[in-house]
């Protein structure tokens, strides 16, 4: 898109450029990413992702992926 259509070519020399003088255009107002949820987010991650946040299950410490690995070997097949 070219300069001359960018709509703020109209908001040059106006001070707030249509963001408002006292809630201010800040970069991130709410934080980055998933940010505030256990404090200001709080709401909406209860709402729409109620089980974000939490414990699940038994902890297993040192748990090496390779000692409970059984591959099927099929039998059945005759010769």
């Known amino acids: 898109m070219t300069t001359r259509l ?46 974000f946040i939490g414990k699940v299950g038994m902890r297993y410490f040192h748990r090496l992926r390779n000692k409970f690995r059984c591959p099927i070997v099929m039998f059945f097949k005759s010769v």
């Open 6 to 51: 960018r709509k703020n070519k109209k908001k040059c020399g106006h001070v707030s450029a249509g963001h408002g003088r006292i809630g201010k255009h800040r970069k991130l107002p709410g934080g980055r990413g998933n940010a505030g949820g256990m404090r200001h987010h709080r709401i909406l991650f209860d709402k729409y992702h109620p089980d």
